[in-house]
Nanobody
């Protein structure tokens, strides 16, 4: 089991940038797929981006492609989500999640609020 703690959320103007961090403890971090998800008020949680830490491969939701970048630092056991060109519709609570090889996202952080003002 991996414990996850997100940070870096806040209030930003449309067009601005934020970098979210997700610090992990426990587990063999480098073998995991790490994902970022978000949930806006009144909406279901949705996938944002993921990275398989062993290879560095990444996947993005269409809505954030070209604007968000996910990356991992195995030495620091931290995953980042660099968000640029933010839009009001990016406003949500952002969650970090971890999936062991062959498993789903079973470990989740507590979330960090991102608010984009238009």
């Amino acid at each position: 089991q991996v414990q996850l703690v997100e940070s870096g959320g806040g209030l930003v103007q449309a067009g601005g940038s934020l970098r979210l961090s997700c610090a992990a403890s426990g587990g063999s971090f480098s073998g995991y797929t790490m994902g970022w998800f978000r949930q806006a008020p009144g909406k279901e949680r949705e996938f944002v981006a993921s990275t398989w830490l062993r290879s560095g491969s990444t996947t993005y939701a269409e809505s954030v492609k070209g604007r968000f970048t996910i990356s991992g630092d195995n030495a620091k056991k931290t995953v980042y989500l660099q968000m640029s060109s933010l839009k009001a519709e990016d406003t949500a609570v952002y969650y970090c999640a971890a999936a062991a090889l062959g498993s789903g996202y079973n470990d989740w952080g507590q979330g960090t609020q991102v608010t984009v003002s238009s």
